[in-house]
C-alpha cells in the first residue's frame, strides 16, 4: 500500500450506523482501498450493566454478511482487540445492542495504480536478474581462482612434500610447527 491514514469513527446513541465508503474521485486515476480495524473500545459515560455489542456488515464473494465483532460491557471488558481487513466497500458498523459510546480504530490503506505495481515487477525482475548474472559471475571467478593444495598433511618426519619440493626433513623451512 501506498499511503496509510488514521481511521476512527463512534457509535453511540442517536449515531448507531457508521458506514466506511471511500469514493475514487478520478477514474483516471484508480486507487486500490483497504480498512484494517485495530480496536473497539467503550467509552468511559457508558451505562454499567449495559451489553454493548457492535456488527459490521459487508460483502462476501457471495453475498452480503452481517456479524458482531465485539461485545463490551463496563466492568468486564472494555475493549477488543483485532485485525479485521476489509478490502470491498461498502463496509458498514451498527451499534445493535447498547447506548455506547463505542470507538474504532484502525487504518485506512490507499494502493497505488495498478500500472505502477506492474512497473515495479518489471523492476524487481531486472533486479533479481542482474543481482542472478553478478553471483554467477563472482562464483566463475572465484573458481578459477583457486589453487590445489600441493601438501599433504599426513606425511611423517623424512618425507618429502607432495609436488617434488625437496630438502632434507630436517630443514627448519619445510618442518611444520605444532
Known amino acids: 500500500m501506498a499511503d496509510e491514514y488514521f481511521y476512527g469513527a463512534t ?10 465508503d471511500p469514493e475514487n474521485k478520478s477514474e483516471s486515476y484508480p486507487r486500490t482501498h483497504k480498512l484494517v480495524i485495530k480496536q473497539c473500545i467503550l467509552g468511559h459515560e457508558a451505562a454499567a450493566d449495559e451489553f454493548n455489542v457492535v456488527q459490521v456488515e459487508t460483502m462476501t464473494i457471495r453475498d ?9 460491557k463496563v466492568g468486564e471488558t472494555r475493549q477488543c482487540r483485532m485485525d479485521l481487513e476489509f478490502s470491498d466497500a461498502p463496509v458498514t458498523f451498527t451499534l445493535v445492542e447498547g447506548k455506547g459510546p463505542v470507538h474504532i480504530h484502525g487504518q485506512h490503506l490507499l494502493g497505488s495504480l495498478v500500472e505502477e505495481f506492474e512497473d515495479m515487477e518489471e523492476l524487481e525482475e531486472e533486479g533479481l536478474d542482474e543481482e542472478e548474472a553478478d553471483e554467477d559471475e563472482d562464483e566463475d571467478g572465484a573458481q578459477q581462482k583457486k589453487k590445489p593444495k600441493l601438501t599433504n598433511n599426513s606425511k611423517g618426519p623424512g618425507k618429502p612434500a607432495a609436488g617434488g619440493a625437496g630438502g632434507p626433513a630436517g630443514n627448519d623451512k619445510n618442518r611444520k610447527r605444532k
Open 11 to 20: 457509535l453511540k446513541e442517536g449515531n448507531k450506523t457508521v458506514t466506511w
Open 64 to 72: 452480503t454478511l452481517r456479524i458482531p465483532i465485539a461485545v463490551l
